[in-house]
């Protein structure tokens, strides 16, 4: 079992930067890759980003990619997600997530925050 809590989001301008962290209980954290998706009003959850295990493997949405970078330090079990050059439609619910699996889907993710707003005004 796995409990995740994120911080870290807010209201910020257009071109602003946010960094999200998402806090893990428990002692296997390292066993698993994590992800951050986003929700926003009326859409669908999105892929965001994603780490592996050892933190060795990233994998980016297109919409993000260049603008957001995600890290893991497995001593503080602990993820982040550094958002640069933000837009209004960066807008969301931002939710990490815990996964035996390196992937993608939000379907192979077990765990999941209660998830944090990102706002950015224009």
């Known amino acids: 079992q796995v409990q995740l809590v994120e911080s870290g989001g807010g209201l910020v301008q257009a071109g602003g930067s946010l960094r999200l962290s998402c806090a893990a209980s428990?002692?296997?954290?390292?066993?698993?890759?994590m992800g951050w998706f986003r929700q926003a009003p009326g859409k669908e959850r999105e892929f965001v980003a994603a780490?592996?295990?050892?933190?060795?493997?990233?994998y980016y949405a297109d919409s993000v990619k260049g603008r957001i970078t995600i890290s893991r330090d497995n001593a503080k079990n602990t993820v982040y997600l550094q958002m640069n050059s933000l837009k209004p439609e960066d807008t969301a619910v931002y939710y990490c997530?815990?996964?035996?699996?390196?992937?993608?889907?939000?379907?192979?993710?077990?765990?999941w925050g209660q998830g944090t707003q990102v706002t950015v005004s224009s």
């Open positions: 997530a815990a996964s035996g699996s390196y992937s993608t889907s939000e379907y192979e993710y077990d765990y």
């Open positions: 780490i592996s295990w050892s933190g060795t493997g990233t």
């Open positions: 428990g002692r296997t954290f390292s066993s698993y890759a």
